[in-house]
Structure formats: structure tokens, C-alpha cells
T-cell receptor, first 115, second 112 residues
Framework: ETGVTQTPRHLVMGMTNKKSLKCEQHLGHNAMYWYKQSAKKPLELMFVYNFKEQTENNSVPSRFSPECPNSSHLFLHLHTLQPEDSALYLC??????????????FGPGTRLTVT | DAKTTQPTSMDCAEGRAANLPCNHSTISGNEYVYWYRQIHSQGPQYIIHGLKNNETNEMASLIITEDRKSSTLILPHATLRDTAVYYCIVRGRGTSYGKLTFGQGTILTVHP
């Protein structure tokens, strides 16, 4: 499945580092999403972008900063993270959800470890 | 969105049909039932969705009861690669931007 790609697949960073996660979708979709999946917890929605505009921020701490330069690319900039931020970060895309399209297509995720 | 209830885990023999139930007794008339699955350490995968009619695609069938208070996802010939966590999600249309609420799901184990 190469519709949604994420890089890097694995990332280890210290609490004072700054890093970025990248997501790219090749499906012609208009909406993109960031999810967090911690160990033994359900997926948690973090951010939603529709037509490059942020439409949802699910009370995410400011140390996570999303960026969506166009409908095909989504970034998650990370700085001064905490060890509890270690998780699998998943990107997804869909057609316009306001038109009722909730079939989301996920990337493989970035496994983040904060030391 | 309506809450869903799924069994924590299920087993299925390879080659047999896997029937995964989901209760959504508080579902309202405009809410759809979506199924996703997540194979270990991968991103979730969309499987199928429906409103009130039964649906079938190349992956699975979705049977929704007439009162829409429950549904069953059917994998007709389960393989070892179908071992995954299966999520049943109920979503209304026209509500908040594509927000899917994933619960704990059902861990399906397909054994030889």
C-alpha cells in the first residue's frame, strides 16, 4: 500500500531536540489527519486539515505543531517532547469529510521514542 | 456519535468464516457503521461501511440488522493475514470534520 507514505518510519529523539514527521498522500484527497497511538490505548485524533485549512485541533499540546502546505503533504513538527509522547504517529487522508467521506486511508506510521 | 460495543477477542480457524459482532443500540437514523482493522504495528485499514442495507466488497460483507442496533462483519474465508484488531465505528454525516472515534476493538486471531 503506497497511497499514504510517512517518513521516517522510526525516530528516536531527546527531549531537547527538534524533529519533523512527514506525510504524503498520492490519492488525490483533500483532507489529512494526524493520529497518536500510545501503547495499549485507542487511536487519538490530533489534527485535521481540509483543503489545507486546519479544522480540528483536539487539545494537542503546543510542542506538537502541524503544517499543511498543500493537500498532498502534512508535517508534524516536534520540539521539547516528553517521554510520554513516545507513541506511533499515524497520518491519514480522505476525500472531503464535509461531503460525508469518512473512509480514511492510513500510512504505516512513525514509531517515535523520546529519551 | 453512537457508542459501540464489541467483544474483546475472538478466534477463528483458517479458511472458515469470521463473524465479528458489534452492538450500536443508540444509533440514530443518519449514522453509518464503519469497519476498520489494524494489523500489528501498521496503520488502520478501511474495510467497509453501510447505513441500513447489507454491503459486500472484495474484503468483507457487512450485515446490519433491520432495527440497525447491531451489525456483523463477515470475513468469508479467513486467512492468517486477517489476524488484526477490528474496529466498529458509528459516524454521522455532516458532523465534525471526519472525526472517527476508535474504541478498543476486537482482537481477531486466525489460527491454522
Amino acid at each position: 500500500e503506497t497511497g499514504v507514505t510517512q517518513t521516517p518510519r522510526h525516530l528516536v529523539m531527546g527531549m531537547t531536540n527538534k524533529k519533523s514527521l512527514k506525510c504524503e498522500q498520492h490519492l488525490g484527497h483533500n483532507a489529512m489527519y494526524w493520529y497518536k497511538q500510545s501503547a495499549k490505548k485507542p487511536l487519538e485524533l490530533m489534527f485535521v486539515y481540509n483543503f489545507k485549512e486546519q479544522t480540528e485541533n483536539n487539545s494537542v499540546p503546543s510542542r506538537f505543531s502541524p503544517e499543511c502546505p498543500n493537500s498532498s503533504h502534512l508535517f508534524l513538527h516536534l520540539h521539547t517532547l516528553q517521554p510520554e509522547d513516545s507513541a506511533l504517529y499515524l497520518c491519514a487522508s480522505s476525500q472531503d469529510p464535509l461531503a460525508g467521506h469518512y473512509e480514511q486511508y492510513f500510512g504505516p506510521g512513525t514509531r517515535l521514542t523520546v529519551t | 456519535d453512537a457508542k459501540t460495543t464489541q467483544p474483546t477477542s475472538m478466534d477463528c480457524a483458517e479458511g472458515r468464516a469470521a463473524n465479528l459482532p458489534c452492538n450500536h443500540s443508540t444509533i440514530s437514523g443518519n449514522e453509518y457503521v464503519y469497519w476498520y482493522r489494524q494489523i500489528h504495528s501498521q496503520g488502520p485499514q478501511y474495510i467497509i461501511h453501510g447505513l441500513k442495507n447489507n454491503e459486500t466488497n472484495e474484503m468483507a460483507s457487512l450485515i446490519i440488522t433491520e432495527d440497525r442496533k447491531s451489525s456483523t462483519l463477515i470475513l468469508p474465508h479467513a486467512t492468517l493475514r486477517d489476524t488484526a484488531v477490528y474496529y466498529c465505528i458509528v459516524r454521522g454525516r455532516g458532523t465534525s470534520y471526519g472525526k472517527l472515534t476508535f474504541g478498543q476493538g476486537t482482537i481477531l486471531t486466525v489460527h491454522p
